[in-house]
């Protein structure tokens, strides 16, 4: 981008105040807090490495999913991932992988995806609930504010005309071209789709999910995890969603590089924007 | 756009070195003596609110036969380890004997067939082991209730202790298993000591003679082959403290999530 303004004549720029501090706090402390809960949530889901429907894991019927491993006639341990019957060899990464020292690891994720590193469900169950914790009040703290501060009505809900622009936003996206100037102040349509989708349905839906696992809260209101078809279908809706953020995450990183990654880090933590204006 | 490019390069570098040190700094603090006992802190959080949304005992979901599952699955200890438990099984368990004491007016001891003449309460549960898995199953047997009126707690007693016959950790230093819970799932009409399982006597996989099922907590909770009961006012002088087997290796005691 310097090199372009170099070419043409230097165009210019101000910094626009784009993001609340509150937002930035609550931003930042979310995505410590989802890191935390994703690779504590892989080191406890291989304590039991497969996923079923219902709510036994005994029903007679096989999981829909499963990472485990076996061994070769030669003893060689193989990493095998089991999605509805259909087998696929992932040695090295699933199943079969290696710690850093080089030693054979046969959980189902490797430990560089997990939290701890080494193998301890009691401690990987601390960081989670500690963090779930840190997540959930984080998450309630920002509804609040973002209903009573209109950031929810002013910044987050598209409006009809937007709506009706859908296309035209599908195509910029797809050709990696980004608004400037004045529209570079707003979220796009898509943008607030996808934000509006991760904190109103998957962040609600995976909390939910978590909470249908606990005996305790399953008391409550006995058989409300009927509703999510059972403990063991809540675990792998659970599990679904955690991988369902993490791809929104790597869209969410993949646009903040594509799009300026600099003046993204910047209003993400000052809260300043470059805005540059158009000749 | 060399600058562009410039960028992405570090920020993948980064990324790369900010998730390896996030990794090695958990692990870090994981290690330390302050860090573990900060996370441990969700435990109380959890218990508490869980105290407060529920004033009444609240009963955990019961499912029909149609729900039960063909296979029970044992964990941990499927066959205790030990002559005494072998001639016990010889037996039928015949001359097995709960003893229940402790913080109690009348201490007692109750064979099998004496805790069969009692109430008795049948509920199908599910079983949700720590690990992750689930498994519904019958469980029969009597209410803890019924046994604690028999002996009558002091006031003082806080917590009910269950030691049981199958040793953890090898038998060079047997650390025998036991677990502990509070006066409120003691009392509470779906905690029982069952000794049937989907109609059947309790097969030794699952803990014969008798297993506790406390039916809002974890599967660590529900200790198997139980020889004696204790009430205390606190766990802390029991084994390492902590109030069970898994607790003193690392586990919450509170399980209920």
């Given at each position: 981008m310097a090199a372009a303004s170099i070419t043409s004549a230097p165009s210019p720029t101000y910094l626009y105040y784009r993001h609340a501090l509150s937002v930035r706090i609550m931003h930042w402390t979310n995505f410590i807090a989802l890191t935390i809960l994703f690779m504590s949530g892989l080191h406890i889901f291989n304590a039991h490495s497969a996923l079923y429907w219902g709510?036994?894991?005994?029903?007679?019927r096989p999981p829909l999913f499963e990472i485990t491993a076996r061994q070769r006639a030669n003893g060689e341990p193989v990493g095998v991932t089991r999605v509805f019957g259909r087998e696929f060899d992932t040695t090295g990464v699933l199943g079969v992988s290696k710690y850093a020292n080089g030693e054979i690891n046969q959980h189902a994720f490797p430990a560089w995806a997990t939290i701890p590193g080494g193998y301890s469900l009691s401690m990987a169950r601390d960081w989670h609930f500690f963090f779930a914790w840190i997540f959930v009040l984080n998450g309630v703290a920002y509804v609040f504010y973002s209903l009573f501060s209109r950031h929810l009505k002013r910044d987050l809900a598209p409006t009809g005309s937007e709506l009706r622009q859908i296309g035209t936003s599908i195509v910029d996206h797809v050709k990696f071209k980004h608004p400037s100037g004045e529209e570079a102040k707003r979220y796009n349509v898509l943008q607030k789709l996808a934000y509006l989708s991760v904190i109103f349905v998957l962040l609600p839906l995976v909390i939910l999910a978590g909470w249908a696992m606990s005996p305790w809260l399953n008391s409550?209101?006995?058989?409300?995890t009927d509703w999510l078809g059972g403990r063991q279908s809540a675990r792998t809706i659970h599990f679904i969603v955690a991988w369902l953020l993490f791809l929104f995450l790597a869209v969410h990183v993949f646009e903040v590089i594509i799009s300026g990654f600099w003046n993204h880090m910047r209003s993400m933590i000052t809260g300043r924007y470059r805005i540059k204006t158009e000749a | 756009m060399r600058s562009a490019e410039e960028s992405k390069r570090r920020f993948l570098l980064g990324a790369g070195g900010l998730s390896a040190l996030l990794l090695t700094g958990c692990d870090r603090l994981s290690e330390t003596e302050w860090f573990p006992k900060v996370l441990r802190t969700h435990e109380t959080l959890s218990r508490s609110v869980h105290q407060l949304l529920g004033s009444r005992p609240s009963m955990a979901q019961e499912f029909t036969?149609?729900?039960?599952?063909?296979f029970f699955r044992s964990n941990g200890t499927s066959m205790p380890e030990g002559e005494e438990y072998k001639a016990l099984v010889k037996s039928g368990f015949a001359n097995w004997q709960l003893e229940v004491g402790g913080l109690v007016e009348e201490p007692t001891r109750l064979s099998l067939a004496e805790l069969r003449a009692m109430p008795r309460r049948t509920q199908i549960t599910r079983h949700d082991c720590v690990e992750g898995w689930s498994a519904i199953g019958k469980w029969t047997g009597v209410p803890l209730s019924n046994v604690l009126a028999l002996v009558k707690p002091r006031p003082k007693a806080r917590y009910v202790v269950f030691h049981c016959a199958d040793a953890m950790?090898?038998?060079?230093?047997p650390e025998y298993y036991y677990e502990s819970i509070d006066m409120d799932d003691a009392l509470h009409p779906q905690t029982i000591l069952a000794y049937g399982l989907n109609g059947n006597d309790l097969p030794i996989p699952n803990g014969a003679p008798i297993r506790l099922r406390v039916e809002r907590q974890l599967g660590y909770k529900h200790a198997k082959y139980v020889m004696r009961i204790e009430l205390v006012e606190s766990f802390a002088n029991i084994a390492g403290g902590q109030g069970g087997y898994w607790e003193d290796n690392g586990y919450q005691w509170y399980a209920g999530i």
């Open positions: 709510d036994s894991s005994y029903s007679g409550l209101i006995p058989g409300w | 036969e149609a729900d039960v599952s063909p950790g090898g038998s060079l230093t």
